[in-house]
């Protein structure tokens, strides 16, 4: 798993409160990835950084922020939690050697629900 | 818009079949494919990882084709066992940042 933690793994938080969670990376790659998994849509990307306070807008980032203050941390903000941001989210990783064939790395993912 | 798609959604099979998954996209200006598994409740694990300029690539019974013109990957697995039992991604990278594009994934059971 590439050294890739996220946490929590599971966390449970009521409509319109903020929530972030966080990706923490041991292997020093310089790119990373906020996904989200849904069933029937697979993984839909939400944010990505491409260094540190590099970052840009995936393809479903309404309602999102991200930070990268640091190489290791990548975190991911719900402003305002609603009930259709209840997904598993993963973080990803991918190390930069100058080339566009390397392999991306996954977390094991945050199950968040919103009530 | 590149899209990804995976057919069939779920598959049965006895022990010991061979099996073809398949993934189709709709832009061939792709960099590479990448395959990928997840075991229920746990992240993704890469499998094999296809360039544009590739063919095929294997990795013990696995083994992932591509046909960039026609938009295709298919990933073969050869003498499945119970322990193939898993869903089964196929991902693009077709855009600036090594952003990747997902099918939603084939669901494979092997049963004994």
């Known amino acids: 798993d590439a050294g890739i933690t996220q946490s929590p793994r599971h966390k449970v938080t009521e409509t319109g409160t903020p929530v972030t969670l966080r990706c923490h990376q041991t292997?020093?790659?310089?790119?990373m990835y906020w996904y989200r998994q849904d069933p029937g849509h697979g993984l839909r990307l939400i944010h990505y950084?491409?260094?540190?306070?590099?970052?840009d807008k995936g393809e479903v980032s309404d309602g999102y922020s991200v930070s990268r203050s640091k190489t290791e941390d990548f975190l991911l903000t719900l402003e305002s939690a609603t009930s259709s941001q209840t997904s598993v989210y993963f973080c990803?990783?991918?190390?930069?050697?100058?080339?566009?064939?390397?392999?991306?790395?996954f977390g094991q993912g945050t199950r968040l629900t919103v009530v | 818009k590149q899209e990804v798609t995976q057919i069939p959604a779920a598959l049965s099979v006895p022990e010991g079949e061979n099996l073809v998954l398949n993934c189709s996209f709709t832009?061939?200006?792709?960099?590479?494919l990448q395959w990928f598994r997840q075991d229920p409740g746990k992240g993704l694990t890469s499998l094999l990882l296809?360039?544009?300029?590739?063919r095929e690539q294997t990795s013990g019974r696995l083994n992932a084709s591509l046909d960039k013109s026609s938009g295709r990957s298919t990933l073969y697995i050869a003498a499945s066992q119970p322990g193939d039992s898993a869903t089964y991604l196929c991902?693009?990278?077709?855009?600036?940042?090594?952003?990747?594009?997902f099918g939603a994934g084939t669901r494979l059971a092997v049963h004994p």
């Open positions: 990803a990783t991918r190390q930069d050697r100058g080339s566009v064939n390397t392999e991306a790395f």
């Open positions: 991902a693009v990278n077709s855009g600036g940042y090594n952003k990747l594009i």
């Open positions: 292997e020093n790659h310089r790119y």
């Open positions: 832009d061939s200006a792709i960099y590479n």
């Open positions: 950084s491409y260094g540190v306070k590099d970052t």
């Open positions: 296809i360039q544009s300029s590739q």
